[in-house]
């Protein structure tokens, strides 16, 4: 088990790996702590190396960088489920240069992209540094996608949260109820993620003092 830690620390996964699987096997199963431990970190590393192939693969083979971005996208969000925080952002970087430099900033791909980084920032408590690729991602597709474009919905109320986290509620007021706006539009009134923008809409509207507002 010790063995298995080291050579995770030291960047050797696959050994890592096999040493996890001797614990595994050797632990009396009586030790459930140590079991499911060595489960999730078996299967985090397996995930990375899943994810880290499906990269290779894709740069590899496709003929065109769209399934070499998709796959740094998700090679992104293993690491940070792995709570693996500047991987993640270092390959979501190169999916977002690859689009910008390869695609033409492609938008659709871009905005999404900076999306999912703004969240990952979000998620390390670095607001700031999320507002801005939120702000990037807003920009490009009200410019280039048209301002009742459906990923405005999500991008508006992701922003309209961090805005929220950092104590500009009145900011955060104005963004979440034009998420909110879209959001019904495309998807009515009964789906979850209006329920949530919705919640978030009303604490901003009752800490910014708009108190009838958020009571309607």
Not at 85 to 100: G, H, L, M, W
Not at 159 to 177: E, I, N, P, Q
């Amino acid at each position: 088990f010790a063995k298995g830690n080291i050579e995770e620390e030291l960047g050797r996964e696959g050994d890592a790996i096999v040493s996890y699987k001797q614990f595994q096997s050797l632990v009396k199963a009586t030790e459930i702590d140590h079991i499911s431990h060595v489960e999730r970190r078996l299967h985090a590393l397996e995930s990375l190396q899943i994810a880290r192939q499906i990269v290779a693969d894709a740069k590899r083979d496709s003929p065109h960088q769209g399934a070499h971005i998709r796959a740094l996208d998700r090679l992104a969000d293993a690491y940070a489920k792995d709570e693996k925080f500047q991987q993640a952002a270092r390959a979501r970087e190169e999916a977002i240069n690859i689009t910008e430099e390869k695609l033409g900033g492609n938008p659709a791909y871009l905005a999404i992209l900076l999306n999912n980084q703004g969240l990952l920032y979000q998620k390390q408590g670095k607001l700031a540094e999320a507002q801005l690729f939120l702000e990037r991602a807003f920009q490009i597709v009200k410019s280039q996608l048209g301002a009742d474009d459906i990923n405005l919905g999500s991008i508006l109320t992701n922003l309209g949260v961090v805005y929220y986290d950092r104590g500009m509620h009145s900011t955060a007021h104005l963004c979440l109820g034009q998420a909110l706006k879209i959001r019904r539009q495309y998807l009515g009134n009964n789906d979850i993620s209006i329920a949530v923008t919705l919640e978030y809409l009303a604490d901003a509207l009752q800490k910014s003092g708009t108190l009838q507002e958020a009571a309607d």
